[in-house]
């Protein structure tokens, strides 16, 4: 026979607490929408590119493709290229994987590089939205 634990705490003077996701969600899509903005300016630049470096634009629609999506939860945002419907195939995966059938080698990961620039802010406003949403009563 397996015998459980169970551990509750409690806070002085509060029966319960509450947690409001509506400043996490908003926070999540601004500092997303910051990502996002520092993704499409590292594929912006008008040229064709090398592997390795970061993609450059011809069209534009690797560029609009980079959204925001905050899970209805709100508790992660999801900062990436999405298939549209100007795209015949969903190429940014032939960008950061390549392609021998098509001839193209790896390209540099602009998201990552575009999270790695906005990590630090968007860690400590995401961090205090976390701290406001716990609402004692």
């Known amino acids: 026979m397996n ?4 551990i509750s705490v409690a806070f002085a003077g509060h029966s319960r607490i509450d947690f409001d996701k509506k400043p996490i969600k908003k926070v999540l899509r601004q500092q ?3 990502v996002r ?3 499409r ?16 634009r011809q069209t534009g629609v690797l560029m609009r493709s980079i959204k925001v999506k905050v899970a209805s939860g709100g508790f992660w945002a999801r900062i990436s290229p999405f298939k549209t419907n100007e795209m015949e195939v969903f190429y940014p995966a032939f960008l ?3 392609s021998t059938k098509r001839n193209i080698q790896k390209r540099a990961n602009y998201m990552a590089v575009a999270l790695d620039a906005r990590r630090l802010s968007a860690q400590g406003a995401i961090q205090s939205a976390l701290q406001g ?3 004692p009563r």
């Open 3 to 6: 015998a459980g634990m169970q």
């Open 32 to 34: 997303g929408g910051e």
């Open 37 to 39: 903005k520092v993704a």
């Open 41 to 56: 300016r590292l594929v912006a630049r008008r040229a064709i590119s090398a592997p390795g470096e970061m993609p450059g």
């Open 96 to 98: 950061f994987h390549g």
């Open 133 to 135: 949403a716990l609402i």
